[in-house]
C-alpha cells in the first residue's frame, strides 16, 4: 500500500513540476508551479461537475463545464511540451480567461439550484 501512495505522490509532483526542464530561475519554476496547481484543481474539480451535469440533462451546463476541461488539458500539454518562453504568461492568461467565463457563465444562469452567485 505505501509503494502505492508513493507512486501517486511522485506522479502528481511530476504534473506540478512539467515543463520545468527548460527553466533556470527558481522564479521561474514556481510560477509554473503555481500554474499547474491552478489547472491540476480546474480539472478535478470541473470534469467531474461537468459529468455530472451531463447525467441530470443539463445540457448548456455540461457543455460549458466539460469544454472547460479539454481546454485546460490543452493548456497543460501546451505547457509541458512548449519550449516558447512566454508559454507561462499564455498558460495564465487562459487559465484567467476560463475561470472569468466560467464564474460569468455561472452568475448569468445561476448555475444548479440557484448557487452560481455564490461563485
Same mark, same amino acid.
Given at each position: 500500500?505505501?509503494? &502505492?501512495?508513493?507512486?501517486?505522490?511522485?506522479? &502528481?509532483?511530476? #504534473? %506540478?513540476?512539467? +515543463?520545468?526542464? @527548460?527553466?533556470? =530561475?527558481?522564479d521561474?519554476?514556481?510560477?509554473?508551479?503555481?500554474?499547474?496547481?491552478?489547472? /491540476?484543481? !480546474?480539472?478535478?474539480?470541473? %470534469?467531474? %461537475?461537468?459529468l455530472?451535469?451531463?447525467?441530470?440533462? =443539463?445540457?448548456? *451546463? !455540461?457543455? @460549458?463545464?466539460?469544454?472547460?476541461?479539454?481546454?485546460? @488539458?490543452?493548456?497543460? #500539454? /501546451?505547457?509541458?511540451? =512548449?519550449?516558447?518562453?512566454?508559454?507561462?504568461? /499564455? !498558460?495564465?492568461? &487562459? &487559465?484567467?480567461l476560463? %475561470?472569468?467565463?466560467?464564474?460569468? #457563465? *455561472?452568475? #448569468?444562469t +445561476? +448555475?444548479?439550484?440557484?448557487? +452560481?452567485?455564490l461563485?
Amino acid at each position: 500500500m505505501n509503494g &502505492i501512495v508513493r507512486q501517486i505522490k511522485d506522479k &502528481i509532483s511530476k #504534473y %506540478f513540476h512539467s +515543463g520545468a526542464s @527548460t527553466l533556470d =530561475s527558481m522564479d521561474e519554476i514556481r510560477k509554473l508551479y503555481l500554474i499547474n496547481t491552478f489547472n /491540476f484543481i !480546474a480539472i478535478l474539480f470541473v %470534469f467531474p %461537475f461537468g459529468l455530472n451535469a451531463l447525467l441530470n440533462a =443539463s445540457y448548456p *451546463l !455540461a457543455l @460549458t463545464l466539460l469544454s472547460i476541461s479539454i481546454v485546460l @488539458t490543452f493548456n497543460y #500539454y /501546451f505547457l509541458k511540451v =512548449s519550449d516558447h518562453p512566454q508559454k507561462k504568461d /499564455f !498558460a495564465s492568461y &487562459i &487559465i484567467s480567461l476560463l %475561470f472569468s467565463i466560467l464564474m460569468s #457563465y *455561472l452568475i #448569468y444562469t +445561476g +448555475g444548479v439550484d440557484d448557487t +452560481g452567485p455564490l461563485w
